[in-house]
């Protein structure tokens, strides 16, 4: 870690500790009220922009949070909102005075009408639906009332689950169709048996939605009320209850200590969803997905624990555990549902969908790498262990090796992740400099710098975004073009988060402390900018090649989200463009004609367009025979759309030699790479960031790589 990193998150941990023990006192018996209050002190103290808890804020808390409950309007009574909004204007009186009432009174409310729910349901879903008759479903909550009476929401619930049976009536009849097409002799169902089956698999469905609801306690629901508070102060303020804490350290690492499988809980059993390649269970050979974990017996205790029926989190806590420990499952296989008992070592286990991934392609006898780097990931606990730019240090030495001639950075649908981990990155592509600008409020800016002259690679540099491209990425993207270092190939602006928050542990703040674990709080506490000055915040990076894609026409960037932080502008840093290239600009516009004359990429926008009408319709016809018709009508118009799954570029894509090795043993990642071979080959984004790079000309005279023969791996 560069040294002024270092010393700005020191900061940053030190301001939590120094002050957990000197300014305030934590002392409330009660948890919850410990928890609001605990929280809502470090967000005064900590947060870029601390909002001031008032009256206005208190009525966006209790219209978020009360969506959030009930979104689709099928619990709550008219009678209910209106107890609730008694508390509009106090929830800001009851945070200050850690009192619960409103909370307690919508958690108890929600209790009573989830059970009311499911005896609706299933009464309703026990009688024949008549698709012949006139009705309409609305499926947007916002363009509905809450309901007054019992028969309103019988009548709510009613047309939704009409909805469902519909789709899987009009579904089961398409595929009786098909049947008899294929075989003359077919015997086809009966519409009523067809209609009676559409109705199970609505039941089925509902049974298991009220299963998860069933697992969900008290503690649940009011991390739901927390985030409605925190989540006023922006969009990326966040708190994590403990298990949550968990998972995101298992997101931005990659890694977590266990068995090596992912579990689902369905109709009370514990079913393996998927074994994870490299994993203890996919070693032993002995798990496969669909089986169901019975028991579970942990190699210290005599007498396992039946897990049928427990909540999933409770069962994946069990099943977990340090690496090295034992634990003998009991499954039921799903073949031929015998009984079996399996001992395993648990390990750390790498879920590889996480890291950076590397192919490389031949066009007109010059190779050409692409790294697809799905997040900014690292260690929270050891950053040298395993991080995002240490993997992409060492694949682009090994495609050096493979005589490499330019690079693609594939960042689309990246959300971010380590900031150290970006400058990082950044500095394989650039002897030094600047890479980043970081604010907090009311303070000087610090300028994080690359300060190893080495450069792993100084050739051309194409990186691909889109509008999930988000924070991290965003720095990385605005870096290189600032330099000219790189071209940016994408949509027109990427996500458009610009600024940085710290995962701050709750317990450090308490001298006592007898509730366990309180969490995690994510808190914005600065924002960046690039080093030319620009915030990226709402703006994003603007591409140098603008290429419509599915999301063009849809609302989910930062400036679409509810009270983002503002866009601003500060002093640029001191940098130097580079000038490593030849025909850079031309480049760029050789690659603005062909991409608006490809037919491709008309047909992509398009479709994009297409896509959002879709989207603004939520009003569906409950008549068989209009939906049927409105259903064939998107097929048609579908239809056009298929040639975008039948491009192809003609290029062929292939592992490093270092993962072909791996292949041998690996037949599951193997599959994978070669579906994402497959898919660079029908992806035109990769085709013109491949003819981009074959247009830039180095500058010989200039950045030879400093001691390339002295590269370590």
């Not at 503690?219 to 009320?225: G, L, Q």
């Not at 849809?554 to 030849?582: M, S």
């Not at 292939?654 to 029908?682: C, G, N």
Request: proline content about 2%.
């Amino acid at each position: 870690m560069k040294r002024n990193l270092k010393i700005l998150v020191l900061a940053v941990l030190m301001a939590a500790t120094s002050c957990s023990f000197t300014t305030k006192k934590f002392d409330d018996p009660n948890k919850d009220k410990l928890l609001i209050d605990l929280i809502t002190y470090v967000l005064s103290q900590g947060h870029y922009d601390a909002k001031e808890i008032n009256d206005d804020f208190s009525a966006k808390v209790y219209k978020h949070y009360i969506e959030s409950l009930d979104p689709s309007k099928r619990f709550f009574y008219k009678e209910d909102i209106e107890e609730f909004e008694k508390y509009k204007l106090l929830i800001d009186d009851e945070i200050n005075n850690k009192e619960l009432n409103f909370f307690d009174l919508t958690y108890s409310k929600l209790e009573k009408r989830n059970e009311e729910a499911k005896q609706l349901y299933t009464k309703i879903l026990a009688e024949p639906f008549d698709f012949s008759k006139e009705e309409d479903f609305i499926a947007d909550g916002d363009d509905l009332d809450y309901v007054t009476s019992k028969a309103e929401l019988k009548e709510r619930w009613r047309k939704q689950l009409k909805f469902s049976t519909l789709i899987n009536y009009y579904d089961l009849k398409e595929d009786e169709k098909s049947k008899k097409e294929n075989d003359p002799d077919y015997t086809m169902k009966s519409d009523e048996e067809l209609e009676k089956k559409a109705r199970e698999t609505t039941q089925n469905s509902l049974s298991e939605y009220f299963d998860l609801t069933d697992d969900l306690e008290r503690k649940d629901y009011f991390s739901v009320f927390i985030n409605a508070i925190v989540e006023e102060f922006d969009p990326h303020t966040y708190y994590f209850a403990p298990r949550d804490k968990d998972r995101f350290d298992i997101q931005m690492s990659g890694k977590i200590e266990g068995i090596g499988a992912r579990l689902q809980k369905k109709n009370d059993d514990i079913t393996i969803m998927d074994v994870i390649s490299g994993g203890p269970a996919w070693k032993s050979e002995e798990l496969d997905a669909g089986d169901v974990i019975l028991k579970v017996k942990q190699e210290d205790e005599n007498e396992p624990v039946t897990i049928s029926g427990m909540r999933l989190d409770d069962a994946v806590d069990l099943i977990k555990g340090p690496k090295g420990s034992k634990v003998t499952l009991t499954v039921r296989k799903k073949l031929l549902g015998n009984i079996e008992q399996v001992t395993l070592t648990r390990d750390l286990v790498e879920l590889e969908e996480t890291y950076a991934k590397t192919a490389m392609v031949d066009k007109d006898g010059k190779q050409y790498g692409i790294i697809n780097l799905p997040k900014f990931y690292f260690d929270m606990e050891d950053y040298d262990s395993r991080n995002a730019a240490s993997d992409m240090r060492k694949d682009i030495i090994e495609l050096k090796e493979q005589g490499m001639d330019g690079l693609v950075i594939d960042l689309r649908n990246n959300g971010g992740g380590s900031l150290k981990t970006v400058v990082d990155i950044a500095g394989l592509f650039i002897e030094k400099g600047p890479i980043v600008q970081v604010k907090s409020n009311g303070e000087r800016k610090e300028v994080l710098n690359d300060e190893d002259s080495e450069i792993v690679w100084d050739g051309p540099l194409v990186i691909l975004v889109n509008e999930l491209s988000a924070s991290a990425s965003e720095i990385l993207a605005a870096a290189m073009q600032d330099y000219k270092r790189a071209v940016i190939i994408g949509s027109k602006q990427t996500y458009g988060k610009g600024t940085v928050q710290n995962v701050i542990d709750l317990n450090r703040w308490l001298r006592n402390n007898d509730y366990g674990d309180m969490g995690a709080l994510k808190i914005t506490t600065q924002k960046f900018y690039r080093v030319n000055g620009g915030s990226t915040q709402l703006e994003g990076v603007k591409s140098d090649v603008v290429v419509p894609d599915r999301y063009s026409y849809v609302d989910i960037g930062e400036k679409d989200q509810e009270n983002p932080l503002p866009w601003d502008k500060i002093d640029p840093a001191d940098y130097n463009i580079w000038d490593g290239y030849v025909g850079y600009e031309e480049a760029i516009e050789n690659s603005k004609e062909r991409m608006a004359k490809s037919e491709q990429i008309k047909l992509i926008e398009q479709n994009a367009k297409w896509i959002k009408e879709q989207s603004e319709d939520d009003t569906y016809s409950l008549n068989f025979d209009r939906y049927a018709a409105d259903a064939e009508k998107n097929k048609e118009v579908a239809k056009q759309y298929d040639a975008l799954k039948d491009y192809k570029t003609n290029l062929s894509f292939t592992s490093l030699p270092y993962e072909e090795k791996l292949f041998k043993a690996d037949s599951t990642l193997q599959e994978k790479r070669e579906r994402w071979h497959k898919d660079l080959s029908r992806d035109v984004y990769v085709e013109e960031a491949i003819n981009v790079l074959s247009d830039i000309k180095r500058n010989n005279m200039k950045h030879k790589v400093a001691g390339s023969d002295k590269l370590k791996d």
